[in-house]
């Protein structure tokens, strides 16, 4: 199941929770993070406990 920047902005990390419900589905968590290499690294960080299957990451903002 997709969660994107929209719904995640709207209801915080818990929806991730919802999303997955009892079934323990995959999350696509699609926040298409896209910034300078530090910053991209450190929300990364922060939305990693989430546990998401994907995380769409672009990787134009410098080569780390």
Request: charged content about 20%.
């Amino acid at each position: 199941m997709k969660v994107g920047l929209e719904l995640y902005l709207r209801y915080g990390p818990d929806v991730v929770a919802s999303v997955r419900g009892a079934s323990r589905v995959q999350v696509f968590l699609d926040l298409k993070l896209h910034d300078i290499p530090a910053t991209v690294a450190g929300a990364a960080r922060a939305v990693a406990r989430l546990k998401p299957a994907y995380l769409t990451v672009h990787a134009a903002g410098g080569p780390r």
